[in-house]
């Protein structure tokens, strides 16, 4: 089995990272077994680019199909034994049940940041009439854990924080991560659960 040497510009360009060690690591080894990997920063700017191209192209192709069928004339006798009523409530029931999807999703912006003291975590919904920016600053001494939910077939997961305050243990409200790639979501992990663990010991 070949080996890769996992150097943290080639593995994850966007993220900076504090390695004490070069790790060797085989194909199928989990991110999971780094040594002394820290990470620093990361966002998910990139991956809402590609969301906002696809949501673009879905109402372009949209709206260029409703064109042609009421404006071509093609579609004014019945095609493939339809008419194009039909074929206008197919199209406009492909982009709904596209736009349903994309508002239970709730795809947000995503940054995290565990440089200091602190855990800071920003966030912005992509949802029409609901872009307020958002933040969450934990002191990492009062963290006490996280939890990831999954739901709508486990396409959609949501973040949620516990605090310690003069109440208790407390959770935060849901944070959509439904637009994090997956290797950042291993990477949330193994630092909230560094730190997690410290708390336990």
Known sequence: MSLKL???????????????????????TS?????????????????LIKLNMRRYIAFISCAVSMGIIFFSGWF???VLGYNKIIYVIL??????????????????FFS??????????????LRPFDNTKK????????FRGFEIRKSLFGLKQE????????????????????????????????????QDSKVLT
């Open 6 to 28: 996992l150097i943290y510009f080639v593995l994850i360009p966007p993220i900076r990272l504090n390695l004490s060690v070069i790790v060797v690591l085989k194909k199928e």
């Open 31 to 47: 991110l999971s077994l780094l040594l002394n990997y820290r990470p620093m920063y990361f966002d998910n700017r990139q991956k």
């Open 76 to 78: 004014d006798k019945p």
């Open 91 to 108: 199209i406009s029931a492909v982009y709904l049940s596209y736009v349903i999807y994309a508002y239970l999703m709730n795809f947000n």
């Open 112 to 125: 995290y940041n565990d440089e200091g003291d602190e855990f800071i975590f920003r966030f912005v919904s």
């Open 135 to 142: 933040s969450i600053v934990i002191k990492k001494g009062n």
């Open 159 to 194: 973040l949620i924080l516990f605090v310690e305050t003069n109440k208790g243990k407390i959770p935060y409200p849901a944070i959509s991560i439904s637009a994090v790639e997956s290797k950042y979501i291993k990477i949330l992990k193994m630092s909230l659960n560094t």
